[in-house]
């Protein structure tokens, strides 16, 4: 793991002395490299989501951007966020590696938050905040609005640095070779989510307290210092890392199998001819603990990529000389089990749609409802993400500490829900958060109304049960969905199963703006009273949006259970670590499409507790990230 090259040499009495001093004994990575790691990652967190969970509110009161464009803006900063993680991962891995990937995504993330600081400390950098009623508010100019998009940009940027590099390069500073290494691995994540969650915490509440009733320059100011304080930390402990080198990305093998098989379109035929496919054995750093995958039937026409048509394909020590046109069978194999796994993916996109709605529509929602909590006291519109968070985290608490042991004690085994099962409550769940939605929706136009007032008199308290549904669609469905995607690949794919992941909230967030754009025209063509637009929520109709949106979680609960299920085990059977054994034939179509060949070398290992932890803590990251 460690960044060393390795060489074995017999002794040799005519050998010269050695003119440089040994390799000093203490070995780099371990516990002194992680206390950097984590004092890093503290205060990165702690900026990044002190912005991220206020930001429609700071995009509406300081911009005055509302309706569609402004969900647009938020939706399509989130998505691009989601797509430069995948960027960031292959950087790692082809070119840059984690430790520089990292240091280029925090200092990007910094000179994002020093601009956004800059647009609300510098009111010429805004529009005027001098409205006519709640309606009538001029709109910021194009200079200003770039400037804007220049700072959510380079956050951006940032974020693919961060997110698909953090954790897995903490995990890096552990041999996890060895048992000892292993329980330290263990361990880390636990303190990783320790201190990701008091992060969380004070962003959610002190600094988006400061920047809604204090001043948004300061409360900007304190998430800039906090990046400052989170590159400092992880210079400091720059001698102290283990440093893998990047090996290759797998994405680059992947389109060299697209490649090779369509250029040998042709070359199946000759199999009968005595072709034979390229499959040599595994070599290269950590050889040994990779599983090969076996040659399968699925997706046969990818087959093609491996077939050596001609001898003079290899070089003397054969290998291929063009890689764009020979692929080995493993690397076939990586891209089956890519594809065997996205009948789910897209039910995840469906699923995170979603769930987006309270990120958007929710903080709206608030923002014009009874936020008076005593005389003196309102309560921040950013603090409703908390609520999600807390049920998450309930749920969570619940689950391993009460359900688990107790099906341990009556039935003797530690049984855990299925990954079809909670995926499917989380479908059932996010149906009703936008059915309560709708109905809370229509309550409070229906009261502001009746009032004539821009604020409804009703308390925001009635927004709670479908902000606490959203958090158990992500504690059901979101985790179950990204453990999924790290148990059905192999070991040599997981920054791929943390990359799809991304690219599906990505996916997500841009279908739900298509969706919001093509509703706003329909109905503003057909409609007395159109579903979306405007400022003012109490003009439009968002509970019938709601409960389309609803009809699309219907459909998607349809075909999840009808078809991508079907991939799913929809059994439980269970190993010493609570490991779910999956589904060897999950559909007969004439060609195979047994998942469990990709995860076989999963399946051999008692890593359960741990991935789970993983995929806590990954779907953490994507619920904050899109608040």
Avoid at 590 to 614: A, R
């Amino acid at each position: 793991m460690e960044n060393v090259n390795h060489s074995s040499s017999s002794a040799d009495d005519q050998d010269p002395p050695i003119l440089h001093p040994p390799p000093a004994t203490r070995k780099a990575g371990g516990w002194k490299a992680i206390k950097y790691i984590l004092g890093n990652e503290s205060f990165e967190k702690l900026a990044s989501m002190s912005l991220i969970a206020n930001i429609t509110v700071y995009l509406s009161k300081n911009y005055n951007l509302s309706g569609i464009f402004l969900v647009n803006v938020i939706n399509i900063w989130n998505g691009s966020s989601n797509v430069a993680s995948l960027a960031g991962a292959f950087v790692s891995d082809a070119y840059l590696g984690k430790f520089r990937t990292l240091l280029f995504g925090s200092v990007s993330s910094l000179l994002g938050m020093e601009t956004m600081t800059l647009t609300a400390g510098v009111d010429q950098l805004r529009p005027s905040r001098t409205c006519v009623g709640h309606t009538n508010c001029p709109q910021p100019k194009t200079w200003q609005l770039s400037i804007l998009f220049s700072g959510l940009g380079l956050l951006s940027i940032g974020a693919g640095g961060i997110r698909p590099c953090n954790i897995a390069f903490g995990a890096d500073q552990f041999d996890t070779k060895t048992e000892k290494g292993r329980i330290q691995l263990e361990s880390f994540f636990n303190w990783w989510y320790f201190t990701f969650t008091v992060a969380l915490v004070i962003a959610l509440t002190a600094v988006v307290y400061v920047q809604t009733n204090v001043s948004w320059t300061l409360g900007f100011a304190i998430p800039t210092a906090c990046f400052v304080f989170s590159i400092t930390i992880f210079l400091l402990g720059r001698h102290t890392y283990v440093q893998v080198k990047p090996e290759g990305s797998v994405f680059t093998n992947m389109l060299k199998v697209i490649n090779a098989a369509c250029r040998k379109h042709g070359a199946r035929d000759q199999l009968s001819s005595g072709k034979s496919y390229f499959d040599p054995d595994m070599t290269g750093y950590d050889a040994d603990q990779m599983t090969k995958l076996p040659h399968t039937n699925r997706f046969r026409f990818l087959d093609k990529a491996a077939i050596i048509v001609d001898p003079n394909e290899l070089n003397i020590h054969g290998m291929p000389k063009n890689g764009w046109r020979l692929c080995s069978i493993q690397q076939v194999e990586q891209l089956k089990c890519l594809l065997a796994v996205m009948p789910v993916w897209v039910s995840g996109v469906g699923t995170f749609i979603v769930m987006d709605q309270q990120n958007t529509f929710g903080v709206l929602q608030t923002l014009q409802m009874n936020r008076s909590i005593g005389t003196h006291f309102k309560f921040p519109p950013g603090w409703m993400n908390i609520i999600s968070m807390l049920a998450l985290s309930a749920w969570i608490y619940i689950y391993e500490r009460i359900y688990i042991p107790q099906m341990r004690r009556i039935t003797g085994e530690a049984k855990r829900l299925t990954t079809k099962q909670r995926i499917n409550i989380g479908i059932v769940m996010s149906i009703l958060c936008m059915l309560v939605s709708g109905i809370v929706e229509e309550h409070r136009r229906n009261s502001a109304l009746k009032h004539g007032s821009y604020v409804s008199p009703v308390t925001f308290a009635l927004l709670l049960p479908q902000f606490c549904l959203s958090g158990l669609t992500e504690a059901f469905s979101a985790i179950a969905i990204m453990e999924f995607f790290t148990m059905q690949l192999p070991d040599s794919m997981r920054t791929v199963a943390g990359a799809i992941f991304f690219l599906c909230l990505s996916v997500s967030s841009y279908l739900g703006a298509l969706v919001v754009n093509i509703i706003h025209k329909v109905t503003k063509e057909t409609s007395k009273v159109p579903w979306l637009g405007g400022h003012d929520l109490n003009n439009i109709r968002l509970d019938y949006y709601y409960y389309f949106i609803a009809v699309m979680g219907a459909l998607n609960f349809v075909y999840f259970n009808f078809f991508a299920s079907q991939y799913v085990s929809s059994r439980n059977d269970l190993g010493s670590e609570g490991r779910e054994v999956l589904l060897e034939n999950p559909v007969a179509r004439g060609h195979s499409t047994d998942l469990s060949e990709c995860n076989s070398n999963v399946m051999d290992k008692e890593k359960g507790t741990l991935e789970m932890n993983i995929d806590t803590v990954s779907v953490h990251q994507h619920s904050t990230m899109n608040e």
